[in-house]
C-alpha cells in the first residue's frame, strides 16, 4: 500500500494521475491486510472506467486490466480514493 505522495510503478503520486488519466485503486487479494494498487484507468461515463494497469507478476488484483468497473469514492489513508467496487457485466 502507499504512504501518502509515494510514487508507484506508474510513475505516478498517490494523489496524482498518469497523463491525465484517472487513478483508481483495486484492491489487492492474498496480501495478509488490507492493500491497494493504484491504476490508471479510462472514464467511461458515469461511475464507470477502464483498468488499463499491467499486473504486476507477483500481485493479484481483485479486477484485471482492461475489465470495466464501477467505482465509488472512499476515504483511503486520510483522503478520498477512487476505488474499484463491482465489475461491470457487458450487455
Known amino acids: 500500500m502507499l504512504g501518502k505522495g509515494e510514487e508507484s510503478i506508474y ?11 484517472p487513478t483508481v485503486y483495486v484492491a489487492l487479494l492474498n496480501e495478509g ?8 484507468a479510462r ?5 464507470r472506467y477502464e483498468l488499463l494497469g499491467i499486473v504486476p507478476s507477483q500481485e493479484e488484483w481483485q479486477f484485471s486490466s482492461g475489465q ?7 476515504v483511503l489513508s486520510d483522503s478520498e480514493a477512487l476505488i474499484a467496487v463491482r465489475l461491470v457485466k457487458e450487455d
Open 43 to 47: 472514464h467511461l461515463g458515469d461511475s
Open 68 to 74: 470495466t468497473v464501477e467505482c465509488e469514492m472512499q
Open 33 to 40: 491486510t488490507v492493500a491497494w494498487r493504484p491504476v490508471p
Open 11 to 21: 510513475g505516478h503520486k498517490k494523489e496524482g494521475s498518469l497523463a491525465g488519466m
